[in-house]
């Protein structure tokens, strides 16, 4: 059975920084691409972040101005998205996802299979 469970989620204040976590289970996660997706009130699901099996990474540069950092460990089958310098537009439930058959980072949301439950995180101005 496929599991991606999110944590870390919270109320900060506008500048804090945060990790949120994604932990996998149930399929091979370290040659699978993983992402990060959120989704605010009233608005579609957007890429943030991706990382292949390489490590290779890719931002949406728009949202994430070079304040956000995706990583995996892979001996913990663990996502990590390290957020600095959060603001008040960054509130969203963030979404961990895998693409496990693919073999480039995708910004589309359609092109993963598995995603987690999502966690909310709130930016207080």
């Known amino acids: 059975q496929v599991q991606l469970v999110e944590s870390g989620g919270g109320l900060v204040q506008a500048g804090d920084s945060l990790r949120v976590s994604c932990t996998a289970s149930?399929?091979?996660?370290?040659?699978?691409?993983m992402g990060w997706f959120r989704q605010a009130p009233g608005k579609g699901r957007e890429f943030v972040a991706g990382?292949?099996?390489?490590?290779?990474?890719?931002y949406e540069t728009e949202r994430g101005k070079g304040r956000f950092t995706i990583s995996r460990d892979n001996a913990r089958n663990t996502l990590y998205l390290q957020m600095r310098s959060l603001q008040p537009e960054d509130t969203a439930v963030y979404y961990c996802?895998?693409?496990?058959?693919?073999?480039?980072?995708?910004?589309?949301?359609?092109?993963?299979?598995?995603w987690g439950q999502g966690t909310q995180v709130t930016v207080s101005a």
């Open positions: 996802a895998a693409a496990p058959d693919r073999g480039v980072i995708e910004t589309s949301s359609n092109m993963y299979t598995f």
């Open positions: 149930g399929f091979t996660f370290r040659t699978s691409v």
């Open positions: 990382i292949s099996s390489n490590y290779a990474t890719k």
